[in-house]
Nanobody, 124 residues
Framework: QLQASGGGLVQPGGSLRLSCQTS????????VGWFRQAPGKEREFVAA???????YFEESVKGRFSISTDNAKTTVYLQMNSLKPEDTAVYYC????????????????????WGQGTLVTVSS
């Protein structure tokens, strides 16, 4: 089971840290993706962590967002800095078993399990 949390209201230029917590998974054996969906738009890729090591970011968040894990690798964090109004969306985390072949980190359908989203609102 996945649980995303940490969303809220923040002013432009501010920061938030989202958490994706699981029960029973260690992220070193899984790929983790962060996606977001703004009102009236399709779900889009934000960032991914491959087997707890390699990271990928959507172009518009590069240099502003980062991914990390806790020492036990049961929680993945999405640190979001310099937030912009266009970052406003519901953010979701998802996982895929790292042993499966054919991982496409930016494709929602490549993930096996999704958590409930957490709303991020960037507004003054």
């Amino acid at each position: 089971q996945l649980q995303a949390s940490g969303g809220g209201l923040v002013q432009p230029g501010g920061s938030l840290r989202l958490s994706c917590q699981t029960s029973g998974l260690t992220f070193s054996r899984y790929h983790v993706g962060w996606f977001r969906q703004a009102p009236g738009k399709e779900r889009e890729f934000v960032a991914a962590l491959r087997s707890g090591q390699r990271t990928y970011f959507e172009e518009s968040v590069k240099g502003r967002f980062s991914i990390s894990t806790d020492n036990a690798k049961t929680t993945v964090y999405l640190q979001m800095n310099s937030l912009k109004p266009e970052d406003t969306a519901v953010y979701y985390c998802a996982v895929r078993n790292g042993l499966r072949v054919g991982y496409e980190y930016s494709v929602p359908g490549t993930y096996d399990h999704w958590g409930q989203g957490t709303l991020v609102t960037v507004s003054s």
